[in-house]
């Protein structure tokens, strides 16, 4: 992967501007939701006021893992891929490029988003009713689940080839542990939520949301911890795919 690769990747985000609209949602979702839980008091007794700011984050991410996955999936929808590849023999570099770029816009999105949720939360929300929470060192935990998911709809991206079952398939995995129900599915539900990115957000931000008997007692780090190691099996599994494939 050279500096070159990086900056083409860059070029074509922004020659595309339906690619810069997932990540304009996401950095504003977190910031909005805040204001509308300030202003309708939208809280659980037990939440925190960290946790009510950052309740649009799961929507957020959920935005930011498909926009990943459209990166490629619009190449390979396209045909443009195809050049590029002849180009690029070493197709682990194209990828690494992507990932790069990716993953770098996704960190942006989320430093910016969390940190304005959390600072027009603090203000929004009652402080005399809910607990502060504590914002560090958790909201770097938070921070990272964004190029985390960006990654992995990357990944899912060149696996599938498809922009709708590549964002069909990140949506559900982000999605469904948040629909599913602890009444239906019982202690079950707790092993669903395990890997779920959301619930690395409810944990770390100390939402009501996360509490032990919802989604278990494991913690928000080692809950992230698994997500990254998820997110790189994806990105390997990207790799041999993209190097077996004929394009």
Same mark, same amino acid.
């Given at each position: ?25 996401a ?10 839980v300030?202003?309708?008091?939208s ?9 009510g700011s950052l309740?649009?984050?799961p ?16 190449e390979?929808?396209?045909?443009t ?10 197709? /682990?570099?194209l990828?690494?490029a992507? $990932? &790069?770029?990716?993953? +770098?816009? !996704?960190?942006? %999105?989320?430093?910016? @988003? ?26 770097? /935990? ?5 190029? $985390? &998911?960006?990654?992995l +709809?990357? !990944?899912?991206? %060149?696996?599938?080839? @498809?922009?709708v ?22 202690d ?20 009501a ?13 080692p ?19 993209l ?5």
């Amino acid at each position: 992967m050279t500096t070159a690769q990086v900056h083409a990747e860059l070029i074509k985000l922004r020659s595309l501007r339906s690619l810069w609209l997932p990540p304009a949602a996401a950095l504003l979702l977190p910031p909005l939701t805040a204001v509308i839980v300030g202003l309708t008091g939208s809280m659980e007794a037990g939440d925190t006021v960290l946790g009510g700011s950052l309740t649009g984050a799961p929507m957020a991410l959920t935005v930011i893992a498909a926009w990943g996955a459209l990166v490629v999936t619009t190449e390979f929808g396209s045909g443009t891929i195809r050049p590029v590849l002849a180009a690029t023999p070493q197709r /682990g570099a194209l990828l690494r490029a992507k $990932a &790069v770029v990716v993953a +770098g816009v !996704a960190a942006l %999105v989320s430093a910016v @988003s969390i940190t304005t949720a959390w600072l027009i939360g603090g203000v929004a929300i009652d402080s005399a009713k809910y607990a502060a929470g504590e914002p560090f060192p958790g909201l770097i /935990g938070i921070y990272c689940c964004f190029p $985390a &998911v960006a990654l992995l +709809g990357l !990944a899912v991206g %060149v696996v599938l080839r @498809s922009s709708v079952g590549a964002v069909a398939a990140v949506t559900a995995h982000l999605v469904l542990p948040q629909l599913t129900a602890a009444q239906v599915l019982g202690d079950l539900h707790k092993w669903v939520t395990v890997i779920a990115p959301s619930t690395v957000v409810a944990k770390l931000a100390q939402s009501a949301d996360a509490a032990p008997e919802l989604v278990g007692t494991l913690g928000g780090w080692p809950r992230l911890g698994l997500v990254l190691a998820g997110v790189l099996g994806a990105l390997v599994a990207a790799q041999r795919v993209l190097d077996r494939a004929d394009l």
